[in-house]
């Protein structure tokens, strides 16, 4: 083979090659606009929730995956994804959750009522989930619900105990839980608003007591987590 050709070629293929590199990390980058989010697992649900206004990135143009999520910012992103829920902006003055929390109340969700982000885990995340569909359930059941409608693969195992429900919530998994959720369901179900008492009668609500939102006799196991491709 003439050597001189390939003195020519080498460096032709070299750079072709360099080019296209450059083009597909571009491409994979451009999914989601967050350079930090290229080889992502959560890639292709970050993009959607972006593109949506459920939620932005940061300035230096991070999303930042594995950071963790508070309360308000899960219920935020997932009254968002439904934009046909009635959420007002918060009154001036007034902390920015407040709208959000407000709804949840109305429709008797099971909240912390808590902005702290140590105190929110996968756990409370799995109880918010399975009331907006089928009502307020203990832990458990809740994790079940979430395993056997395919809203999530848990972290370790399909299971209660391979969902840990103690893990903190990142980023990335609170979007994927809200893009699962649209895909299976078209709306979020609204509790029956309590029963009005009519003068003179007094009525016990039939409801589970519960301090700051963890039902009396249910297991303090709350938690959360992250993992595998298509799961949070």
Do not use: C
Request: no cysteine; aromatic share 10%.
């Amino acid at each position: 083979m003439n050597k001189r050709w390939l003195s020519f070629a080498l460096p032709v293929v070299l750079s072709v090659t360099s080019i296209l590199s450059i083009i597909s990390s571009s491409a994979a980058a451009g999914l989601s606009g967050f350079q930090d989010m290229s080889r992502h697992w959560a890639s292709k649900s970050v993009a959607w929730a972006a593109a949506n206004g459920i939620v932005n990135g940061y300035e230096d143009g991070t999303f930042r995956p594995d950071q963790v999520v508070s309360e308000p910012e899960f219920l935020a992103m997932l009254l968002r994804a439904y934009p046909e829920t009635p959420v007002p902006s918060a009154q001036p003055g007034a902390d920015w959750y407040e709208p959000y929390y407000d709804y949840a109340r109305q429709q008797q969700w099971p909240v912390l009522n808590s902005p702290d982000r140590n105190l929110y885990n996968r756990g409370y995340v799995a109880r918010l989930i399975a009331a907006t569909q089928k009502g307020t359930m203990g832990l458990n059941d809740s994790i079940r619900f979430l395993l056997d409608q395919g809203l999530s693969q848990g972290k370790t195992a399909a299971t209660i105990e391979g969902y840990q429900a103690e893990d903190k919530l990142t980023r990335a998994e609170a979007v994927q839980f809200v893009w699962n959720i649209k895909q299976k369901f078209v709306g979020l179900n609204a509790a029956p608003a309590p029963a009005q008492p009519q003068p003179g009668v007094s009525v016990v609500a039939d409801v589970p007591i519960s301090v700051k939102g963890i039902a009396l006799g249910d297991s303090v196991e709350f938690g959360d987590a992250e993992a595998r491709s298509s799961r949070p």
